[in-house]
């Protein structure tokens, strides 16, 4: 049993997410013989929107559970190779005075930003790294009860805001469920209210598989953190004020696309995973979508990357 796995099993905690053969071999149901896997292909990327008009913006979101650990596995050559003009990055678990000088001293991103836990060190945190220097950058939503675990920054551009979120996870045994209810409600207006500024980009790992088709186990998994129906509608009521998931906008139907695999059972190579990494985007900026891209090839994390294309 990995490290991760074996602190998941000690604390209800983020990342916490079941692939529903083993909750079956602990219950000593009989489980069935594997079946071959069924893998997603990551198709050409669209670099144009429906009207026509060409790229303009790539953004990369990746979380990367433990910065320091996905550095010295090489995520940063992955992320010199794709190229973005904003990486964005969850689950950083790092303090600022700890972070490694490979990212901290990056040229390509000679703006950085980065907001952690208040209380704990190596836990939750994001990043956010641009070319391009954002008008304004904020951090948290202005709730202090959320802010200070380092969940949020939002950067302002001419023509949007981007922003980058680490949601809590509702943890084993769902104790942090009540907390994560509270956390949808009171995102989803923090979002309402900057899309009356300026339509907005929300990317991240957001702690979700919005429907059946976005998990592998989708019946094994109601009442697990990630696919319960509290955590599903709070989805459902961000896409109702006005949100569009730009992935299932691109690719209604496809099946087996997924962003996260637990360590343990080889799921990621059975691909017994769960979609939780999400571009979410006003509905003013759909014109503007070229592509929404799970690149599952990727490694380092338990989570792979994913990336936006669109014209701004």
């Not at 997603?40 to 144009?48: E, Q, R, T």
């Not at 696919?227 to 961000?238: K, M």
Request: hydrophobic fraction near 35%; charge should be neutral.
């Amino acid at each position: 049993m990995s490290k991760r796995s074996k602190k998941n099993e000690q604390e209800a905690g983020d990342g916490d997410h079941d692939n529903g053969t083993a909750s079956a071999a602990k219950k000593g149901k009989k489980v069935k013989e594997p079946e071959a896997p069924i893998l997603y292909s990551d198709p050409p990327d669209k670099m144009n929107s429906k009207d026509g008009r060409a790229a303009n913006m790539k953004i990369t979101s990746w979380n990367v559970d433990g910065l320091r650990s996905w550095v010295k596995k090489k995520g940063l050559d992955w992320v010199r190779d794709e190229a973005p003009d904003v990486l964005c990055l969850q689950e950083t678990k790092c303090a600022e005075k700890s972070l490694p000088d490979e990212i901290t001293s990056m040229p390509e991103f000679p703006h950085k930003y980065w907001a952690g836990s208040d209380e704990k060190e190596g836990y939750s945190g994001v990043a956010m790294l641009c070319k391009t220097e954002p008008l304004k950058v904020t951090y948290g939503i202005g709730k202090e009860e959320h802010d200070k675990e380092g969940r949020v920054i939002t950067a302002e551009f001419p023509t949007f805001f981007l922003v980058t979120a680490y949601v809590p996870n509702s943890g084993r045994g769902l104790v942090r469920l009540d907390y994560r209810k509270t956390w949808d409600v009171e995102f989803k207006a923090y979002l309402s209210d900057l899309d009356k500024r300026k339509p907005l980009v929300l990317c991240g790992d957001l702690n979700v598989a919005h429907e059946e088709i976005d998990l592998k186990n989708s019946k094994g998994n109601k009442k697990n953190a990630g696919f319960t129906a509290e955590e599903r509608e709070g989805f459902n009521q961000l896409l109702a004020a006005g949100f569009t998931d730009s992935f299932r906008e691109l690719y209604p139907e496809q099946a087996n696309a997924y962003t996260f695999w637990t360590y343990m059972m080889n799921s990621r190579s059975k691909n017994v995973g769960w979609r939780l990494d999400y571009f979410v985007l006003s509905s003013a900026l759909l014109p503007g979508l070229c592509d929404s891209k799970i690149r599952n090839q990727a490694m380092g994390s338990d989570h792979c990357p994913i990336t936006l294309h669109m014209v701004v």
